[in-house]
């Protein structure tokens, strides 16, 4: 048995899974993936848009240019 941290996560069917951290933060990462690309792909967002603001908030969420 694993030592690293579970979480209890309650499904919109009602069902309480067990997953870990670990599993959780790849989901989010592939959840996040698959939108950018979607709306890269549907002309919403250009990649260099997309870069651009990441770098903002990345700035902005660490103190930077404010």
Do not use: F, W
Request: one cysteine or more; aromatic letters at 2%; charged letters at 20%.
């Amino acid at each position: 048995m694993s030592n690293e941290p579970i979480l209890k996560v309650t499904a919109p069917d009602g069902t309480v899974q067990e997953i870990s951290i670990e599993q959780l933060c790849v989901s989010n990462h592939l959840t996040y993936q698959a939108l950018i690309a979607l709306l890269v792909k549907k002309g919403v967002v250009t990649q260099d848009e997309l870069m651009q603001e990441v770098s903002r908030v990345q700035d902005q969420r660490l103190g930077q240019n404010e």
